[in-house]
């Protein structure tokens, strides 16, 4: 028999008068042994809900994809991309997409009489969705964004850590200064302050109208920096029609974990080299309708560390 199991038969079983020694150290480790496990439940709890909580804050300030201009710059400036109103509606009529809406961004610095600070103005359109922020807000209003550029708003959305550093007040001017060739100036009226908590974006994150920076830079009317799409489920890989129908939002999703001896590469577990299945097979269909399928990797913003993702699939024509 295990040492161990006979120990503890024989403590449980000695009799009443003979257990005055034993049973109050073994009521204090089985509620030693409670309270950690309590602790450690409130603890997964706890991480869970700032999981959630800086996931959430993360993809207000931003969404969950962005489509740019590839380039190798790492400055917050923008190549102009031309606005497409049919690329634009068919992405808003796909079934995983919650919201779409234009922008741009540019850094600037913005100086008061005393102190100067380094900025990032982000351009929105009239097609913002200006939701986080509402539920952020702490005094003012948003700035009132219409499509037109003739009717260009000069209100701007600027965080609490951000009007304290420059002692700003609702109602006030604000001047930024842009370091471009030659060097342009933009004076805007304080509509809104804003508070998130997350230092990394309220430090430096500014909201106004997108004509602005398309004016800044010298664009057309027609021309943006992007544009930024909000999905309604961000967490699975699957299949879908090339119109943006889902097939199955997760078929190759079934089991994501992490490397036995690497702890920091992660891999998709499902068997991918489904030999003998045909693609329109997977996805739940019956017979080849034509056409194209997309394999789309979807993730949680939420992550432990920051890193690269290559997604790779190697396709064999029969």
Do not use: C
């Amino acid at each position: 028999m295990n040492s161990s199991i006979f120990i503890a038969k024989r403590l449980f079983t000695a009799k009443e008068n003979n257990n005055n020694y034993t049973r109050p150290i073994i009521r204090i480790a089985i509620l030693a042994i409670a309270i950690s496990v309590a602790v450690m439940i409130l603890s997964v709890f706890i991480l869970s809900g700032f999981k959630d909580d800086i996931s959430n804050k993360v993809i207000g300030f931003g969404s969950h994809i962005k489509i740019t201009k590839f380039n190798n710059n790492q400055s917050f400036e923008n190549d102009p991309i031309d606005f497409d109103v049919e690329i634009y509606n068919n992405i808003k009529n796909l079934d995983f997409v919650s919201h779409i809406n234009k922008y741009a961004t540019k850094a600037g610095i913005i100086k008061n009489d005393d102190e100067i600070h380094g900025v990032v103005l982000k351009g929105v359109s009239g097609d913002y969705n200006w939701d986080f922020f509402k539920n952020n807000l702490i005094s003012g209003e948003i700035p009132n964004i219409k499509e037109s550029i003739k009717d260009i708003s000069n209100g701007i959305l600027i965080s609490e850590s951000i009007s304290k550093k420059l002692n700003i007040k609702l109602g006030e001017d604000l001047v930024i200064y842009f370091i471009q060739n030659p060097a342009r100036v933009r004076k805007f009226i304080v509509s809104g302050i804003y508070k998130t908590a997350l230092s990394e974006f309220d430090d430096i994150t500014a909201f106004a109208d997108l004509n602005h920076l398309i004016k800044l830079n010298n664009w057309n009317a027609n021309q943006i920096g992007g544009y930024e799409i909000e999905t309604k489920n961000f967490d699975n890989v699957g299949i879908y029609t090339s119109a943006g129908v889902v097939k199955d939002a997760d078929v190759f999703a079934t089991a994501v974990a992490d490397g036995a001896a690497i702890a920091e590469v992660r891999y998709e577990a499902a068997n991918l080299n489904t030999t003998g299945q045909q693609l329109y097979e997977l996805a739940g269909d019956s017979s080849d309708p034509g056409g194209y399928y997309y394999i789309a990797a979807t993730m949680s913003a939420a992550g432990g560390t920051a890193g690269d993702m290559a997604f790779i699939i190697n396709y064999v024509v029969n």
